[in-house]
């Protein structure tokens, strides 16, 4: 961040004093590079000048430690945000979702679900996405399947990234008929599959021994003028070896 750093050193040779929000941008910067002594170093220079952080500041802060894996000191921040009457945000939740999804702990992530409700904090497809993502990281693949059918009863309609994640997540625990029924859900809804997607249902099928249905897969992806990646190809090398093994 060698000019965020530049801009820094000038501020402070010419005497000028940051504002809250000014103290946001930077924590923001450094928690999207993932450095997260600059990050908390930046909050206590805030804190030691007597600025109050605004509720985007807070939610700058939270934002930079669930992305630097720093959910400890999210959750003190956001406790803080709670006690101001700052935290009844729809995005704030959702980034702490997400942080429960990347530490594989969805207890936690429907705890927090849960008491968006209860604070009548809308859901929307981010927050449930990133529900299904920590059931499925956690091999939770029943939680994920009662978090798709929660998420279509409160009238949140899926999108393409909520097939992807219960895909892939079938498609590696071996279930390659549940993986394909979402499949075909998801085409009925008019969304297109991609790249990832037929990445992972021939995944599926390699891991499923189903290598006809895979190259059907791969057929059916040039048709549709998916682009195919390093991924795809080095999937159908597996599916190549496996076909001549037999």
Same mark, same amino acid.
């Given at each position: 961040?060698?000019?965020?750093?530049? /801009?820094?050193?000038?501020?402070?040779?010419?005497?000028?004093?940051?504002?809250?929000?000014?103290?946001?941008?930077?924590?923001?910067?450094?928690?999207?590079?993932?450095?997260?002594?600059?990050?908390?170093?930046?909050?206590?220079?805030?804190? +030691?000048?007597?600025?109050?952080?605004?509720?985007? /500041?807070?939610?700058?802060?939270?934002?930079?430690?669930?992305?630097?894996?720093?959910?400890?000191?999210?959750?003190?921040?956001?406790?803080?945000?709670?006690?101001?009457?700052?935290?009844?945000? /729809?995005?704030?939740?959702?980034?702490?979702?997400?942080?429960?999804?990347?530490?594989?702990?969805?207890?936690?992530?429907?705890?927090?679900?849960?008491?968006?409700?209860?604070?009548?904090?809308?859901?929307?497809?981010?927050?449930?996405?990133?529900?299904?993502?920590?059931?499925?990281?956690?091999?939770?693949?029943?939680?994920? =399947?009662?978090?798709?059918?929660?998420?279509?009863? /409160?009238?949140?309609?899926?999108?393409?990234?909520?097939?992807?994640?219960?895909?892939?997540?079938?498609?590696?625990?071996?279930?390659?008929?549940? +993986?394909?029924?979402?499949?075909?859900?998801?085409?009925?809804?008019?969304?297109?599959?991609?790249?990832?997607?037929?990445?992972?249902?021939?995944?599926?099928?390699?891991?499923?021994?189903?290598?006809?249905? =895979?190259?059907?897969?791969?057929?059916?992806?040039?048709?549709?003028?998916?682009?195919?990646?390093?991924?795809?190809?080095?999937?159908?090398?597996?599916?190549?070896?496996?076909?001549?093994?037999?």
């Amino acid at each position: 961040m060698p000019r965020l750093e530049a /801009t820094l050193d000038r501020m402070r040779e010419y005497g000028i004093r940051g504002s809250a929000v000014t103290y946001g941008t930077i924590v923001k910067a450094y928690g999207r590079a993932g450095n997260i002594d600059r990050v908390l170093q930046a909050w206590e220079e805030m804190q +030691a000048e007597g600025l109050e952080a605004n509720a985007v /500041t807070y939610g700058c802060m939270l934002d930079a430690c669930v992305k630097c894996g720093h959910l400890e000191k999210a959750l003190h921040i956001f406790a803080i945000m709670k006690q101001r009457g700052l935290h009844r945000n /729809t995005i704030l939740y959702a980034t702490l979702i997400k942080g429960f999804a990347k530490s594989k702990d969805p207890l936690a992530a429907k705890n927090l679900y849960r008491e968006m409700r209860s604070e009548r904090v809308p859901c929307n497809v981010v927050v449930f996405n990133s529900l299904i993502d920590a059931c499925v990281r956690a091999c939770d693949l029943q939680g994920a =399947g009662e978090v798709l059918q929660e998420m279509t009863a /409160t009238n949140v309609r899926p999108d393409l990234i909520t097939f992807s994640t219960l895909i892939k997540g079938y498609c590696s625990n071996g279930e390659l008929s549940k +993986a394909m029924r979402l499949q075909e859900e998801l085409q009925a809804r008019q969304l297109e599959c991609d790249e990832i997607v037929y990445n992972s249902l021939l995944e599926g099928c390699v891991k499923a021994g189903d290598l006809q249905l =895979g190259l059907r897969m791969f057929s059916e992806m040039r048709q549709k003028h998916v682009r195919p990646s390093a991924v795809t190809f080095s999937i159908l090398v597996k599916v190549g070896e496996s076909m001549g093994s037999r």
